[in-house]
């Protein structure tokens, strides 16, 4: 009898939404696997030194794209593999959310990722347009497709994009289709995690546009804008941000189990900084 040798499991890019991670992963792995030391794999990537690999992990250093596509030879990734990796470097990479949405779009559609990440991936769909959370909220009363379609149709969307919609709200379990009507389920929405950030920033953007828009198009007798300029301590900021919170749940505790429902309503309530005050002499 002999203790087989267990060998060390290759990490999945798909796994990862850092590029700097999976080099670490991929790194440690190799050192198992193939007894490859760091100077080792620094030359396979063509680099004049180990140390550029290290502060690269570190996050001391970046990768441009020339270099990128090198570590990903030196990982022996395949083509799916590198394309994936070289859009984590870019969503490194990216100074913006918007940017940061533009290139979660692309590795999203990676069917790798969405199978290996599959409620995150539709949990970033529902969220990155916030047109879905609408017809999800339509279905507080049982609907039929037909007029799920007209609502869809009135808010600018295809037949397409509510079909995409309902697909993400079956996947993940909030409707079900029963008699030829959707409703919802019990179930539900999680938080996501290390999408979050990107897909909410999406929905906040979304609203806020379509506040203006009614600002111009809703009367003012269905719509109710307020507006405050003050000037508070950070403590007393942090008080007002729980304030906030607390009065959304109070509304939505109070009114979402509306009996009699005839609208939907988007309430957006923002509170931002717009200027330091100027200190005292």
């Known amino acids: 009898m002999y203790n087989r040798k267990v060998e060390p499991k290759r990490p999945s890019i798909y ?3 850092s590029y700097r991670e999976f080099l670490a992963a991929m790194i440690k792995y190799l050192k198992k696997r193939e007894r490859l030391t760091v100077r080792a794999f620094a030359k396979r990537a ?6 550029y690999l290290s502060m690269v992990i570190s996050g001391q250093r970046e990768l441009s794209p020339k270099a990128a596509l090198k570590f990903a030879k030196a990982l022996k990734l395949r083509a799916q593999e590198t ?3 070289k859009g984590l470097v870019r969503l490194q990479q990216a100074s913006s959310s918007e940017e940061k949405s533009k290139v979660l779009d692309e590795l999203v559609q990676f069917r790798s990722f969405e199978s290996k990440r599959n ?5 970033y769909h529902f969220f990155s347009n916030w047109l879905t959370p609408i017809l999800y909220e339509a279905l507080v009363q049982p609907q039929t497709k037909a007029s799920l379609l007209t609502m869809a149709e009135a808010l600018g969307l295809s037949k397409a994009d509510l079909n995409s919609s309902l697909s993400t709200m079956e996947e993940l379990k909030l409707v079900q289709l029963e008699k030829g009507k959707y409703l919802r389920t019990s179930h ?3 938080t996501i995690s290390t999408l979050a950030p990107v897909s909410i920033y999406n929905f906040h953007r979304d609203v806020i546009q379509a506040s203006l828009r009614a600002l111009d198009s809703v009367p003012q007798a269905e719509r109710q804008y307020e507006s405050l300029t003050i000037s508070v301590s950070l403590e007393e900021r942090q008080k007002i941000k729980k304030k906030l919170f607390e009065f959304v749940q109070s509304l939505n505790e109070e009114f979402s189990q509306s009996t009699h429902p005839e609208k ?3 309430l957006n309530l923002s509170f ?3 200027a330091d005050l100027p200190k005292g002499d």
């Open 272 to 274: 931002f900084p717009v």
């Open 264 to 266: 939907i309503y988007q």
């Open 46 to 51: 063509g680099l004049a030194s180990s140390g």
């Open 83 to 85: 394309d994936f990796f």
């Open 15 to 17: 796994d990862f939404l």
């Open 119 to 123: 409620i995150e991936a539709h949990q």
């Open 188 to 190: 539900m929405l999680e």
